[in-house]
């Protein structure tokens, strides 16, 4: 491969020296115009094509055309970084130091690392030596390259500036950064990145070293299952699981988690009667007592009021009836107050008794009578139970008493009779009427009539008359002069009772009316009528009341609208009406008067204001009701409550809230004055990084950090804080046997050792870390250091552990394979999951049709637990099957073996559910065919009922090894008895 130059390039100086060419430049500038290129290979020797212009390699890298890789450069080109140019690769076998060169005097060539940075290039010269020889110089004026230093500039000449100083790393977790050292010639500053809040995500995201912490925790159930955890563990969300449930007691938590608290306790009953009580056995978590009510003075209503275990007694008896009806009757029977019902009355007899009950005694028998008048006598017909006799007194004179004096049954007989007055006044009376002695009264005098008769009664007739009754004349009472003037006209005079009559019919003076006539006969008509009045206030109106002889009608004005002037403006009667009231003041200051009053506009004056009180009034007038009476506090914790003292004009109490299950937000949820009491503590890290911390600090749920684990030393502790003692300094050693191999159902000695560098002591387990999963195979001895056994069942690779344990728990362990191979060129094994009797059966087909169970067990063509090794085909045993282990009550297994199978015929497979244990079903059977040690075919079958047959397959042995065995499932199941 060509190697590229890392020593000087040497450029002939008189080669493209002179006055650098520029692209694109001015012709008459005296600067050369360099020629147009596609390639270097278009420019001439020292030439660089840039950018479409052929520069001399010198410009090239003085206009800053330089490379740093080789994928800078054209192809075939290599770059040399000591000079950013892009060169010829050197020959094969060149060394690359510039070969000796005869030079011409005079002849200069560039030497140097490079005029990259702050490097700059040297010259070598053709001189002579003090022999006259010419020859190259030294590389003379050179700058050579220094380590990078942060200061802007390309110190070691590479065409990079302060590259490999490195970086700067400031910050923890997500606020971890890393900066180059240097930028732009200054040393920089690293700036850690801004936290943000802490997530799960298993990041330091708030930057303070430590991972997920702070987080809120999870809660979740209810009442005593309430629970709270971190809600996030090693960058995962955790779910929250509530506790077990418990049953429910009085301790105000809800016990069986149901969301009730102290819910389903029993009722306490005491006192008897209308003592009895029955309360709740717990309120508030507290235990309850009962106490029995107070007795009652008993009434008759069925129950024990005074709570003395008797009902409705001493509520006395009750009476009614009089007489022979009279009766008595307890009051209240049976808890019903009782009616008395008298007796039935009878027909009264005179016995001293009050027969018929009406509260007298010998009532109603009357009294006997005898004689007349005043010898009438009476005398009760019954006295004292005893029947009565009447005798008449004796008669006398009769006189005018209204009494039957002398008892001949006629009263006041033989009295004379008065008379008295005179003229239509005479009058005859009887001198005695009803007993009483009468006066004679004359009849009433009347006026005299002038009608032949005494009608005063004073003895004369007709006296004082002045004219015949019914006698008629002229007559006119009017004033004098009037009398034919206008209406007035003479009426007539009627003499009656010897008297002249009112004048009738007579027109007198009447007072003028508007009719047009003289009413009043002075010869003038509708005279001195006066005016009509009407309306009121300021519509009252007057006018003349006739006019014309017709009468006038008065209107009254406009009413108009009622000001405050003392008049009736809107004429309803009213003066000043309906002109409202004035209110001022607020709440109780608050005042409302007439806003007119004498015809006077008035003025609101509020009232005094007073101190606030709870009554739903504004007493201090502020416009504002019961404000500023302050507030009532009750309750602590989550269960303080503060309520306005008033609300509505009515006090208020104030009830605390009701306690929850305290949970930690640094409030006292269950309000006994304690916050976030009963969370305990948490425990994390195991060995001496074991730490302790308070669940819950201020509210906010803790997160306990182990401490930080140190390499493990033998010192009986766990340093390294995975949670063994010890483990790695002075663990016990243990020692296994080599592995083995072995026949199937081999038992295999092992023999072990277990010694402690620290003299602990040991115990020893054996155990299994894997094996065929058919196979059931035990320890004779598990926790025997020395030696156990093994029995190795089925074919398959059993890994066993032995592991030692020391007094700290400082384990170690060991392990051997134990390999086991099956026996013979063809080799059948049947297990079972579920400890069972069940048989593994191998037929020849010269027993017959393998579907028939009848073929099988048939004797001798059936190897099984009956027939276990059967003599069959050539002579020997070579060829004969062979049941190497029947097991009646495992999981088997059971195996056929046969050491070189018969080629000529094919074999039948069966398995027999024999007997059915007690145990689970279904019972799965596994059957597996090795040909000469390679498992061919593995069959596995469910079985749920006794004596059923599965016939497995065919196994067919046409050639040597495996590659000539051939299995063909069958699987066809039957009753065999």
């Given at each position: 491969?060509?190697r590229?130059w890392?020593?000087?390039?040497f450029?002939?100086?008189?080669?493209?020296?002179g006055?650098?060419?520029?692209?694109?430049?001015?012709?008459d500038?005296?600067?050369?115009?360099?020629?147009?290129?596609?390639?270097?290979?278009?420019?001439?020797?020292?030439?660089?094509?840039?950018?479409g212009?052929?520069?001399?390699?010198?410009?090239?890298?003085?206009?800053?055309?330089f490379?740093?890789?080789?994928?800078?450069c054209s192809k075939?080109l290599?770059?040399?970084?000591?000079?950013?140019?892009?060169?010829?690769?050197?020959p094969?076998?060149d060394?690359?130091?510039?070969?000796?060169?005869a030079?011409?005097?005079?002849?200069?060539?560039?030497?140097?690392?490079?005029?990259?940075?702050?490097?700059?290039?040297?010259v070598?010269?053709c001189?002579?030596?003090?022999?006259?020889?010419?020859?190259?110089?030294?590389?003379?004026?050179?700058?050579?390259?220094?380590?990078?230093a942060?200061?802007?500039?390309d110190?070691?000449?590479d065409?990079?500036?302060?590259?490999?100083?490195?970086?700067?790393?400031?910050g923890?977790?997500?606020?971890?950064r890393?900066v180059?050292?240097?930028?732009?010639?200054a040393?920089?500053?690293?700036?850690?990145?801004?936290?943000v809040?802490?997530?799960?995500?298993?990041?330091?995201?708030?930057c303070?070293?430590s991972i997920?912490?702070?987080?809120?925790?999870?809660?979740?159930?209810?009442?005593?299952?309430?629970?709270?955890?971190?809600?996030?563990?090693?960058?995962?969300?955790?779910?929250?699981t509530?506790g077990?449930?418990?049953?429910?007691?009085?301790?105000?938590?809800?016990?069986?988690?149901?969301g009730?608290v102290?819910?389903g306790?029993?009722?306490?009953?005491?006192?008897v009667?209308?003592?009895a009580?029955?309360?709740?056995?717990?309120?508030?978590?507290?235990?309850?007592?009962?106490?029995?009510?107070?007795?009652?003075?008993e009434?008759?209503?069925?129950?024990?009021?005074?709570?003395?275990?008797?009902?409705?007694?001493?509520?006395g008896?009750l009476?009614?009836g009089?007489?022979?009806?009279?009766?008595?009757?307890?009051?209240?029977?049976?808890?019903?107050?009782?009616?008395?019902t008298?007796?039935?009355?009878?027909?009264?007899?005179?016995?001293?008794?009050?027969?018929?009950?009406?509260?007298?005694?010998?009532?109603g028998?009357?009294?006997a009578?005898?004689?007349?008048?005043?010898?009438?006598?009476?005398?009760?017909?019954?006295?004292?139970?005893?029947?009565?006799t009447?005798?008449p007194?004796?008669p006398?004179?009769?006189?005018?008493?209204?009494?039957?004096?002398?008892?001949?049954?006629?009263t006041?007989?033989?009295?004379?009779?008065?008379?008295?007055?005179?003229g239509?006044?005479?009058?005859?009376?009887?001198?005695?009427?009803?007993?009483?002695?009468q006066?004679?009264?004359?009849?009433?005098?009347?006026?005299?009539t002038?009608?032949?008769?005494?009608?005063?009664?004073?003895?004369?007739?007709?006296?004082?008359c002045?004219?015949?009754?019914?006698?008629?004349r002229?007559?006119?009472?009017g004033?004098?002069?009037t009398?034919?003037?206008?209406?007035c006209?003479?009426?007539?005079?009627?003499?009656?009772t010897?008297?002249?009559g009112?004048?009738?019919?007579?027109?007198?003076?009447?007072?003028?009316?508007?009719?047009?006539?003289?009413d009043?006969?002075?010869?003038?008509?509708d005279?001195a009528?006066?005016?009509?009045?009407?309306?009121?206030?300021?519509?009252?109106?007057?006018?003349?009341a006739?006019v014309?002889g017709?009468s006038?009608v008065?209107?009254p004005?406009?009413?108009?609208?009622?000001v405050?002037n003392?008049?009736d403006?809107?004429?309803?009667?009213?003066?000043?009406?309906?002109?409202?009231?004035?209110?001022?003041?607020?709440?109780?200051?608050?005042?409302?008067?007439?806003?007119c009053?004498?015809?006077?506009?008035?003025?609101?004056?509020?009232?005094?204001?007073?101190?606030?009180?709870c009554?739903?009034a504004d007493?201090d007038?502020?416009?504002?009701?019961?404000?500023?009476l302050?507030?009532?506090?009750?309750g602590?914790?989550?269960?303080?409550?503060t309520?306005?003292?008033?609300?509505?004009g009515?006090?208020?109490?104030?009830?605390?809230?009701?306690?929850?299950?305290?949970?930690?937000?640094?409030?006292?949820?269950d309000?006994?004055?304690?916050?976030?009491?009963?969370?305990?503590?948490?425990?994390?890290g195991?060995g001496v990084?074991q730490?302790?911390?308070?669940?819950?600090?201020?509210?906010?749920?803790?997160?306990?950090?182990?401490?930080?684990?140190?390499?493990?030393?033998?010192?009986?502790?766990?340093?390294?804080?995975?949670?063994?003692?010890?483990d790695?300094?002075?663990?016990?050693?243990?020692?296994?046997?080599?592995?083995?191999?072995?026949?199937?159902?081999?038992?295999?000695?092992?023999?072990?050792?277990?010694t402690?560098?620290?003299?602990?002591?040991?115990?020893?387990?054996?155990?299994?870390v894997?094996?065929?999963?058919t196979?059931?195979?035990?320890?004779?001895?598990?926790?025997?250091?020395?030696?156990?056994?093994?029995?190795?069942?089925?074919?398959?690779?059993h890994?066993?552990?032995f592991?030692?344990?020391?007094?700290l728990g400082?384990s170690?362990?060991?392990?051997?394979?134990?390999?086991?191979?099956?026996?013979?060129?063809l080799?059948?094994?049947?297990?079972?999951n579920?400890?069972n009797?069940m048989?593994?059966h191998?037929?020849?087909?010269?027993?017959?049709?393998?579907?028939?169970a009848?073929s099988?067990?048939a004797?001798?063509?059936?190897?099984?637990?009956?027939?276990?090794?059967?003599?069959?085909?050539?002579?020997?045993?070579?060829?004969d099957?062979s049941?190497?282990?029947d097991?009646?009550?495992?999981?088997?297994?059971?195996?056929?073996?046969?050491n070189?199978?018969?080629?000529?015929?094919t074999?039948a497979?069966?398995?027999?559910?024999?007997s059915?244990?007690a145990?689970?079903?279904?019972?799965?059977?596994?059957?597996?065919?090795?040909c000469?040690g390679?498992?061919?075919?593995?069959?596995?079958?469910?079985?749920?009922?006794?004596?059923?047959?599965?016939v497995?397959?065919?196994?067919?042995?046409?050639?040597a090894?495996?590659?000539?065995?051939?299995?063909?499932p069958?699987g066809?199941?039957?009753?065999?008895?």
């Amino acid at each position: 491969m060509p190697r590229k130059w890392s020593a000087v390039v040497f450029l002939l100086a008189g080669v493209g020296c002179g006055t650098p060419a520029r692209v694109g430049g001015d012709p008459d500038s005296g600067l050369g115009v360099a020629p147009r290129c596609n390639s270097g290979v278009e420019c001439g020797p020292s030439q660089r094509c840039v950018e479409g212009a052929c520069l001399a390699a010198e410009d090239a890298i003085d206009a800053g055309f330089f490379c740093t890789l080789d994928q800078d450069c054209s192809k075939g080109l290599v770059c040399l970084r000591s000079r950013g140019e892009c060169v010829a690769p050197p020959p094969e076998g060149d060394s690359g130091v510039p070969p000796t060169v005869a030079c011409t005097p005079g002849v200069e060539m560039s030497c140097g690392q490079s005029k990259l940075g702050e490097c700059r290039l040297g010259v070598i010269r053709c001189e002579a030596d003090d022999a006259g020889v010419f020859a190259l110089t030294s590389c003379q004026g050179a700058v050579e390259g220094s380590a990078e230093a942060c200061d802007g500039r390309d110190n070691d000449c590479d065409g990079l500036s302060d590259e490999g100083l490195g970086d700067l790393s400031c910050g923890v977790g997500a606020c971890a950064r890393t900066v180059p050292a240097c930028t732009q010639g200054a040393t920089a500053t690293c700036t850690p990145g801004t936290p943000v809040a802490e997530t799960c995500n298993g990041v330091d995201d708030d930057c303070n070293g430590s991972i997920d912490e702070g987080l809120p925790t999870v809660t979740c159930g209810t009442g005593a299952c309430a629970r709270s955890q971190p809600s996030c563990v090693g960058g995962v969300a955790q779910a929250c699981t509530p506790g077990p449930s418990a049953a429910e007691t009085c301790n105000s938590r809800d016990d069986d988690c149901n969301g009730v608290v102290d819910d389903g306790m029993p009722a306490l009953s005491c006192g008897v009667g209308a003592c009895a009580r029955s309360v709740s056995s717990c309120v508030g978590g507290q235990a309850q007592q009962c106490v029995p009510g107070l007795p009652s003075a008993e009434s008759c209503n069925g129950q024990d009021d005074d709570c003395n275990g008797q009902v409705d007694e001493g509520l006395g008896l009750l009476s009614c009836g009089v007489g022979v009806c009279a009766r008595t009757v307890s009051a209240c029977v049976s808890g019903t107050a009782q009616l008395c019902t008298p007796g039935t009355p009878a027909a009264e007899t005179c016995n001293g008794l009050d027969d018929d009950c009406d509260g007298l005694v010998d009532d109603g028998f009357g009294s006997a009578s005898c004689g007349l008048g005043a010898c009438a006598r009476t005398v009760p017909a019954c006295l004292s139970g005893m029947a009565q006799t009447c005798a008449p007194g004796a008669p006398s004179a009769e006189v005018c008493n209204g009494l039957d004096d002398d008892c001949d049954g006629q009263t006041d007989e033989g009295q004379p009779t008065t008379t008295c007055g005179q003229g239509i006044c005479l009058r005859s009376v009887a001198s005695c009427v009803g007993g009483v002695p009468q006066a004679c009264v004359p009849g009433a005098a009347q006026a005299e009539t002038c009608d032949g008769q005494d009608d005063d009664c004073d003895g004369q007739t007709d006296e004082g008359c002045n004219c015949l009754n019914g006698q008629t004349r002229s007559c006119y009472s009017g004033p004098a002069g009037t009398q034919g003037v206008g209406r007035c006209q003479a009426g007539t005079q009627l003499c009656a009772t010897g008297q002249w009559g009112a004048c009738m019919n007579e027109l007198l003076p009447s007072t003028e009316g508007c009719n047009g006539l003289d009413d009043d006969c002075d010869g003038q008509t509708d005279e001195a009528l006066g005016n009509l009045s009407c309306g009121q206030g300021a519509c009252a109106r007057t006018v003349a009341a006739c006019v014309g002889g017709a009468s006038q009608v008065c209107t009254p004005g406009a009413p108009v609208l009622e000001v405050c002037n003392g008049s009736d403006d809107d004429c309803d009667g009213l003066v000043d009406d309906n002109l409202g009231t004035l209110s001022c003041g607020v709440g109780a200051c608050g005042r409302t008067v007439a806003a007119c009053v004498g015809g006077v506009a008035q003025t609101c004056t509020p009232g005094a204001p007073g101190t606030e009180v709870c009554d739903g009034a504004d007493n201090d007038c502020d416009g504002q009701t019961d404000e500023a009476l302050g507030n009532l506090s009750c309750g602590q914790g989550a269960c303080a409550r503060t309520v306005a003292a008033c609300v509505s004009g009515v006090a208020q109490t104030c009830s605390p809230g009701n306690p929850t299950a305290e949970i930690c937000d640094g409030v006292d949820n269950d309000c006994d004055g304690t916050v976030d009491d009963g969370f305990g503590n948490v425990t994390c890290g195991q060995g001496v990084c074991q730490r302790t911390v308070a669940s819950c600090v201020s509210g906010m749920a803790q997160s306990c950090t182990p401490g930080s684990p140190s390499a493990e030393s033998c010192n009986s502790q766990d340093d390294d804080c995975d949670g063994t003692v010890d483990d790695g300094t002075c663990a016990p050693t243990s020692t296994c046997p080599a592995n083995q191999t072995v026949n199937p159902n081999t038992s295999v000695t092992l023999t072990t050792s277990a010694t402690s560098s620290v003299g602990r002591p040991l115990s020893c387990a054996w155990s299994v870390v894997s094996r065929p999963a058919t196979s059931s195979g035990t320890f004779s001895a598990p926790t025997n250091c020395a030696q156990s056994t093994y029995l190795a069942d089925v074919v398959g690779a059993h890994v066993l552990r032995f592991t030692v344990t020391d007094s700290l728990g400082v384990s170690s362990s060991c392990q051997v394979t134990i390999t086991v191979q099956p026996l013979g060129d063809l080799w059948v094994e049947l297990t079972w999951n579920q400890p069972n009797d069940m048989d593994l059966h191998f037929l020849h087909p010269s027993g017959g049709n393998r579907r028939q169970a009848a073929s099988w067990s048939a004797s001798p063509w059936d190897c099984y637990w009956l027939n276990p090794n059967p003599s069959w085909d050539a002579a020997g045993t070579a060829d004969d099957p062979s049941l190497d282990l029947d097991d009646i009550t495992g999981t088997g297994p059971e195996n056929t073996r046969i050491n070189v199978p018969a080629t000529a015929h094919t074999y039948a497979i069966g398995v027999h559910m024999f007997s059915w244990a007690a145990s689970p079903t279904p019972v799965v059977a596994t059957v597996r065919v090795y040909c000469a040690g390679q498992l061919k075919a593995t069959r596995t079958r469910s079985f749920s009922t006794v004596k059923e047959f599965w016939v497995v397959g065919v196994v067919d042995f046409a050639g040597a090894g495996s590659a000539g065995c051939f299995f063909t499932p069958d699987g066809h199941t039957m009753q065999k008895p």
